[in-house]
C-alpha cells in the first residue's frame, strides 16, 4: 500500500478536526432500533409464504410425483447400463457371442 502524500495526512487531520467539532445528533434509544428491526423481517416472512390455491396444491403433487418416477427410471437405466457392461466384458458372455 503506497504511503500517504502530505496533502492526504493533511486532509485526514481536518476531517478529523471537523468531526470532533460537530456537535453530536442524538442517538436512537435501544427500544426504537430493536422494533424498526423487527417489523420489516415480520413483513418479509408473512410476503415469502406463498398462498397457493387447490389446483397449484395438486399441481405441485403431480409434479413431485412426476419427478420421483423419472429419478427411478433414470436410475434403473443407469444401473442397467452398468450391468451390460460388466457382462458384456466378462470372457464367458464374449465367447458366447463371438466378439
Known sequence: ???KSRKLKIRASLHKATILTQPTQPTQSAETREVKKIEPLQKAKASSLPNLSEEEKQTTSYFRT????SIIFIAGIITLEIILYFVTMSTNFRSILKF
Open 1 to 3: 500500500m503506497p504511503k
Open 66 to 69: 412426476d419427478l420421483r418416477k
